[in-house]
């Protein structure tokens, strides 16, 4: 778990349209990585053509170089998690195959500021215990985003997700948190999915937080792979995992990551 200062950044309006430009471009390449996603395609191959268009679009990479704590840095620009992949996974010749479920998180920075999303899909026919993962998963990011009003305390989200994701019977990561977001990728505070409501600061129009749910099949507890990045389910259950990244405004949550046809 990440250490974080306790002060929440409210954004500018100026800095608020460096961030929806930057969760636009997440979205766009989100969607271009998703066409790509089929039988017979390495997650390798899905990177380099994320890298390819990050480029194109003089964007910069959030994920590729980051190494926190002395971690080895992340060698791609996204993280690429297949079935008992929790986050973290590292593209590579793996190639996908039917019945997979396939999580992509990725982010990118515009003048400085961050965007950042994940989404899970399904490759090919999955099974009925995979879609019903899927769908609760997606289900519990959006009761989260939901308690994103101003006034509300941040506990309320990760409260919100817990409820969802539990009563479909499924558990949710502890080591694992969502973040605000902005001129760092990770910035204060920490929001846990999981735990009582009414708890930490009061939400603000301005402030932009990532919710990012990881749901598991069985239990929550999490494995390190030798890579020192990939985080799988100790029990090897399957394992979902959907992000946006959110503005408060005086009208209620802002999906910035969201466009007609993602997530
Ligand atoms: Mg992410
Ligand atoms: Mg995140």
């Known amino acids: 778990m990440m250490a974080y200062g306790e002060r929440i950044n409210v954004k500018t309006r100026r800095e608020l349209d460096r961030m929806r430009e930057a969760a636009r471009h997440v979205a766009e390449i989100l969607l271009e990585m998703r066409e790509m996603a089929k039988p017979g395609v390495t997650t390798g ?11 194109r679009r003089g964007v910069g990479s959030s994920f590729k170089g980051y190494g926190p704590h002395g971690m080895p840095a992340f060698p791609a620009v996204v993280c690429i998690s297949l079935n008992e992949e929790i986050v973290h996974g590292i593209p590579g010749p793996r190639e996908l195959e039917n019945g997979d479920i396939l999580s992509l998180d990725f982010g990118v920075y515009v003048d400085g500021f961050h965007g950042d999303s994940a989404v899970t899909l399904p490759i090919g026919e999955i099974d009925d215990e995979s879609r019903a993962l899927l769908e609760t998963t997606r289900a519990s990011l959006y009761c989260g985003i939901e308690q994103m009003l101003s006034g509300n305390r941040v506990s309320d ?3 919100a997700v817990q409820k969802r994701a539990e009563s479909a019977g499924y558990s949710v990561v502890r080591q694992f948190v969502g973040h605000g977001i ?3 990728l990770h910035e204060p505070p920490q929001i846990p999915n999981f735990g009582p409501p009414g708890k930490g600061a009061r939400m603000r129009p301005g402030m932009v937080f990532a919710i990012e749910p990881m749901v598991c ?3 929550c507890e999490v494995e390190i792979l030798d890579d020192d990045w990939t985080a799988v389910t100790a029990d090897r259950s399957r394992s979902a995992h959907f992000e946006h990244t959110v503005l408060v405004t005086e009208n209620g949550p802002e999906i910035l990551t969201q466009m007609s046809g993602s997530h």
Not at 45 to 55: G, K, L, P, V, W
Request: hydrophobic letters at 30%; a negative charge.
């Open 157 to 159: 989200i990760g409260h």
């Open 217 to 219: 099949v069985g239990d």
């Open 45 to 55: 191959e899905i990177n380099t053509a994320a890298e390819r268009s990050i480029d």
């Open 182 to 184: 902005g001129r760092s």
